[in-house]
């Protein structure tokens, strides 16, 4: 949703914001050439151009996942038509196996694009600030001149939602990182113990190690010690005659 209202701002308000960067470029000086020059020094890459190249290349591992996603239902549909209606994925765009894979190098990609891109428009621009007055001596200007960019603090404005907004969606990509690699961990751990619970219980079948319960006899408490021995040796006595017959 961050990326979607990202793309919305771009479109609707800020190319109207930044269309009139070279046009309202003023420097005080008649020099011919000197505008243009100090223009280029100060503004190497427009921002407008900047911020496209970014969503184009933070929307491709998307692509990606989705061209994924369309190859599995291809091959789904080839192994219906050759299995009789039997399924080789349950859920084609669910994320397991390849895909789970593919889902999360689109993150890394993601995360790994905008990083890159606020830090070229660090680097370039040397912050991310828009000066009211800026100093350009390079040739063919006769001196150090003064320029100006036109409505610099709205400029600014839409140049720091657009480093907010993606600092954002940086975030939300760690996060879910950290969410499917976590998730994958406690999966296979479960998976593990199952297994070896099984594995425990092949190699140590429970047998029946405890003679049966009708197998014990039951003495009376109350009974004394010269009173059990010689009920011992009654019961001796019957065992003996029963083995003679």
Aim: with cysteine; hydrophobic share 40%.
């Amino acid at each position: 949703m961050v990326f979607v209202f990202r793309v919305l701002v771009f479109v609707v308000a800020a190319q109207r914001v930044w269309g009139d960067e070279s046009k309202d470029f003023v420097c005080n000086t008649r020099q011919p050439g000197c505008t243009n020059v100090c223009y280029d020094h100060i503004f190497p890459i427009s921002h407008i151009r900047l911020w496209a190249l970014q969503l184009i290349f933070v929307t491709c591992p998307s692509l990606m996942v989705m061209a994924h996603v369309k190859y599995r239902e291809g091959k789904d549909k080839k192994y219906v038509e050759l299995h009789n209606g039997s399924h080789l994925y349950a859920n084609p765009g669910k994320k397991r196996g390849g895909l789970w894979w593919t889902y999360l190098l689109s993150l890394v990609f993601k995360a790994g694009f905008d990083i890159s891109f606020l830090y070229i428009l660090y680097r370039i621009y040397h912050g991310y600030d828009l000066p009211r007055l800026s100093k350009c001596s390079l040739d063919p200007c006769p001196n150090t001149v003064d320029c100006f960019i036109s409505r610099p603090t709205e400029k600014k404005i839409f140049m720091l939602f657009m480093v907010v907004s993606s600092t954002l969606c940086i975030f939300m990509c760690l996060c879910e990182m950290i969410y499917l690699i976590i998730k994958r961990i406690i999966k296979v751990l479960k998976i593990r113990h199952y297994n070896q619970r099984l594995l425990f219980a092949e190699q140590h079948e429970l047998t029946n190690i405890a003679p049966p319960r009708s197998q014990y006899q039951k003495t009376d408490p109350r009974l004394s010690e010269s009173q059990l021995s010689l009920n011992r040796r009654e019961k001796a006595v019957e065992a003996g005659a029963t083995t003679t017959l």
